[in-house]
């Protein structure tokens, strides 16, 4: 077997687990308002079971009332969800999956609206702008929160659970007591590293003491803190060695609190692993199984860590939302089948913030689970026009479905403006994702014909019963904007393909995500860039994450940024524009002395034109007199995110 140490079994305290594939607790939003488990949770997790990860861990599921951190978070504080933990811990058993619970109180990180009480940390420090501050607990009411941690973990057993999970990382209310960062307290949880850790001990002597070592009781730890001043990496070995002497059966190693949540959900650039060392440190002070996450997506560096001793379970985090069935496809040696996570972040990490249900760029299953893959009533001969990531997805869902499906792409190469996205630096895994669609879209069996553009004459002599209209987008040429059509003005997308050579000094007008990240690959590779964006920002349009990185790499390479700038006439050598942030100021100022311009402001949907305030889709219109079913999916409609498009495209295909 390729990866025969991740696919060995381990002992966690009483638990056996059959293999070293994890799935981390991720707030997914499915669950119901009252704190129970819905149909679509049940769904979900006997998925990831079914895809052979050994150990699932349920999500942070709350321990007290009043610490409630969010509408949809399932609660363990009553009896009331005990049956629908039930539900999805015997679904789970039977595909031969061992199910942890994550037991959690937000702590300074919850919410006092969504709580309907205060909530608390070790001391009222705010855990960012903006944020509630939190109510330093009394000293008596710390050992009332210890029994509800003893209280739910006895429920979790009841459900089914062969494992809980202590939350204790990321700055949760345990962690507020752990750090010197964020406890200033002077009773007996405060002060020394003893006293620090004390609610930690009784926490765990009380979960131990209720559960009768009838299941494992494991810890979530941070491997570091990233804040300066808070635990370190150092300090981390030292609290593992204790919580093995408190008792605990296994460790789940993570990293930094929310105010460096680039490392605790890392964007595309970084890569599985980024914590590794950080975590062979930890493995070294502890004699417990550690499970180590940290944007694992393939499994080859995951064996190593199993191998090498740096850590004994790896969990597969966004990557089990991407394809729940990793495991599997891992142990048959099917990784081409594999559907790689991107790191996105836009449908995972911004809908658990937001109170919404989970969903996934390259999976739209995600979150879908309940709904199966009904086959078609009637298979009927469906054209896709265009091979973008919407088009491809729409593709293979119908011809999985029982449809006949044929997929055109205008040019000799699938993937549409996804593909070149993959581009810039840090965006490489990207590539990953387009071509898991072109497998799929092959084994699936749809027809795929490449160089070849549609016509109306071709489908009136063809007759589909369905076209699904996946054309995408252009780049945006605003016609307003004098100077816009000169020929010597080089367009983002041909820069990044190598289609149009650009001189050493370089103007990037547009400073969204598209302008942004093509001023960073060409700085990489030693151009001298400016970058000139009409808002007051360049990026706002680039989630948090994501833009921490770009903005260091305009700062390493010295990006000159010119904001508030409204661009009124292109040269070859530059542009003129106003104030955009002061209407009053006549001035026309200049941004000359270049190379080269590259317009990348943007995209805008292929054959449409605009009648006044509305957009007419030209050959979506032309097609409906030919066709009886026309769809449009993606930038077809309107230049998006790729969450959209393949969300529409999933949605098409199960419609048709």
């Not at 729409?394 to 070149?420: P, Q």
């Not at 000139?532 to 790499?553: K, S």
């Not at 010295?558 to 070859?572: D, L, N």
Request: proline share 4%; net charge negative; aromatic share 6%.
């Amino acid at each position: 077997m390729k990866f025969k140490n991740m696919f060995s079994p381990i002992q966690i305290g009483p638990m056996t687990v059959k293999n070293r594939f994890v799935v981390p607790p991720m707030g997914n939003n499915f669950a119901n308002s009252d704190g129970t488990w819905s149909d679509q949770s049940v769904a979900y997790y006997s998925e990831r079971a079914k895809g052979q990860f050994g150990l699932i861990t349920i999500e942070a599921t709350v321990v007290h009332k009043g610490a409630k951190g969010g509408p949809k978070k399932p609660c363990l504080y009553d009896d009331n969800s005990i049956e629908s933990l039930k539900r999805i811990t015997d679904a789970c058993h039977a595909e031969g999956a061992k199910i942890s619970i994550q037991l959690q109180n937000a702590g300074p990180e919850g919410n006092a609206k969504n709580a309907g009480a205060p909530i608390e940390a070790a001391t009222a420090i705010a855990s960012a702008d903006g944020r509630d501050i939190p109510e330093a607990v009394p000293t008596e009411k710390v050992y009332e929160l210890v029994k509800g941690y003893g209280d739910a973990a006895v429920r979790a057993m009841k459900g089914g659970a062969d494992a809980v999970e202590i939350h204790m990382a990321h700055g949760y209310l345990v962690n507020s007591f752990m750090s010197p960062r964020t406890n200033k307290r002077v009773d007996e949880f405060g002060g020394s590293f003893e006293n620090r850790m004390r609610f930690s001990r009784l926490i765990i002597e009380e979960v131990k003491k209720k559960t009768e070592g009838k299941i494992a009781v494991l810890a979530r730890i941070n491997s570091t803190e990233d804040m300066f001043g808070g635990l370190d990496n150092h300090d981390m070995c030292a609290v593992a060695a204790y919580l093995e002497e408190c008792g605990i059966d296994g460790l789940h190693v993570s990293r930094a609190v929310h105010l460096k949540d680039e490392y605790m959900w890392a964007p595309t650039g970084i890569h599985g692993g980024f914590s590794a060392e950080l975590v062979a440190n930890i493995k070294k002070c502890v004699s417990v199984p550690v499970i180590t996450v940290g944007r694992y997506t393939e499994p080859q560096f995951a064996e190593q860590m199993i191998k090498l001793g740096n850590a004994d379970l790896v969990a597969f985090g966004r990557q089990s939302l991407a394809d729940p069935h990793t495991p599997e496809k891992a142990q048959e040696e099917r990784l081409e089948d594999l559907t790689p996570c991107i790191a996105c972040l836009q449908g995972c990490v911004a809908n658990m913030y937001a109170g919404k249900p989970l969903c996934c760029l390259v999976n739209p299953v995600l979150g879908r689970e309940v709904e199966g893959l009904p086959k078609a009533e009637k298979a009927k001969k469906v054209y896709v026009i265009g091979g973008g990531v919407a088009g491809m997805c729409a593709a293979f869902t119908a011809k999985r479905r029982g449809h006949d499906v044929t997929l055109f792409e205008a040019t000799d190469k699938l993937g549409g403006n996804m593909r070149l996205a993959a581009y810039p630096p840090g965006k490489g895994d990207i590539t990953g994702m387009i071509r898991s669609y072109i497998v799929k879209c092959e084994k699936a069996g749809v027809n795929i014909k490449m160089n070849t553009k549609v016509t109306a004459q071709m489908l009136k002599e063809d007759t589909p019963d369905a076209v699904i209209l996946a054309t995408g987008s252009e780049t945006l040429v605003l016609p307003f904007i004098k100077g816009i059509h000169n020929p010597d003005i080089v367009y983002g997308v041909d820069c990044l393909e190598g289609t149009r050579p650009v001189g050493h000094k370089v103007l990037v007008v547009g400073g969204g995500m598209v302008g942004a990240e093509t001023a960073d690959f060409l700085a990489e590779q030693g151009h001298e860039v400016a970058v000139i964006e009409m808002r007051d920002a360049i990026g706002p349009d680039v989630i948090h994450e994501h833009r921490v990185f770009l903005m260091e790499a305009f700062e390493k390479y010295g990006i000159k940024q010119i904001t508030s700038a409204a661009v009124s006439e292109i040269f070859s050598d530059g542009v003129s524009y106003k104030n955009a942030a002061d209407k009053s100021d006549e001035t026309i100022y200049e941004a000359r002395g270049f190379d080269t311009v590259v317009l990348s402001m943007g995209f805008s949907s292929r054959y449409t034109h605009r009648d006044g305030q509305n957009v007419v889709y030209d050959f979506a219109e032309e097609l409906k007199d030919i066709v009886p079913e026309v769809h449009m999916v993606g930038d077809a409609v309107r230049a998006r995110r790729a969450l959209d498009a393949t969300k529409e495209a999933y949605d098409i295909a199960l419609k048709l």
